[in-house]
T-cell receptor, first 111, second 116 residues
Framework: GESVGLHLPTLSVQEGDNSIINCAYS??????FIWYKQESGKGPQFIID?????DKRQGQRVTVLLNKTVKHLSLQIAATQPGDSAVYFC??????????FGAGTRLAVHP | NAGVMQNPRHLVRRRGQEARLRCSPM?????VYWYRQLPEEGLKFMVY????????ESGMPKERFSAEFPKEGPSILRIQQVVRGDSAAYFC??????????????FGAGSRLTVL
């Protein structure tokens, strides 16, 4: 039979506000974590990554926080813009780049 | 410097037909990965290949699915006797040789398969 996908959780924010997208990962042995952005009809696009020996990393307008104690990852986007509207996936990896993706969060930015 | 190129972008097949999806990695990348994405879901790992070798196919269905990455030419994901449940977006990613830790995967735009 056909499979039915789960609806993605959605985070709605006002343009200019900060956004925080959360992710729980499963494997405590993962070496690194990556956030990807996926716009409609396109492939995932790299945003930022962080290694397991770090707890924070900053990029341009984005910050990733890693809490290994509770296996939690977050992506913070400062001054969110309409162009940030997309689905965001966290992914965990180790070894030879075989990534395990989370379920994704849809970010909707309103003017 | 082209990125990861996938074709066709859209493919429609009737049940029982074969689907072939092609992926040309980024220049200089020798590692290819295939992922499948159902609507409103995350990407699921299928297979990891290097030139002429399948390294990890733990995510591939046991029947009807196969992948190759020949010495010359693109990587091919082949689905025989397609069923409606095969309808999905199939993404290819590539990476260079791993050097001192993780290398970020670069994804293509995907091939969207619809099975009627």
């Amino acid at each position: 039979g056909e499979s039915v996908g789960l609806h993605l959780p959605t985070l709605s924010v006002q343009e200019g506000d900060n956004s925080i997208i959360n992710c729980a990962y499963s494997n405590s042995a993962s070496d690194y974590f990556i956030w990807y952005k996926q716009e409609s009809g396109k492939g995932p696009q790299f945003i930022i990554d962080i290694r397991s020996n770090m707890d924070k990393r900053q990029g341009q307008r984005v910050t990733v926080l890693l809490n290994k104690t509770v296996k939690h990852l977050s992506l913070q986007i400062a001054a969110t813009q309409p162009g940030d509207s997309a689905v965001y996936f966290c992914a965990e990896g180790g070894g030879y780049n075989k990534l395990i993706f989370g379920a994704g969060t849809r970010l909707a930015v309103h003017p | 410097n082209a990125g990861v190129m996938q074709n066709p972008r859209h493919l429609v097949r009737r049940r029982g037909q074969e689907a072939r999806l092609r992926c040309s990695p980024m220049k200089g990348h020798s590692h290819v990965y295939w992922y499948r994405q159902l609507p409103e879901e995350g990407l699921k790992f299928m297979v990891y290949l290097q030139k002429e070798n399948i390294i990890d196919e733990s995510g591939m269905p046991k029947e009807r699915f196969s992948a190759e990455f020949p010495k010359e030419g693109p990587s091919i994901l082949r689905i025989q006797q397609v069923v409606r449940g095969d309808s999905a977006a199939y993404f290819c990613a590539s990476s260079p040789e791993m050097v001192a830790g993780a290398n970020v995967l670069t994804f293509g735009a995907g091939s969207r398969l619809t099975v009627l």
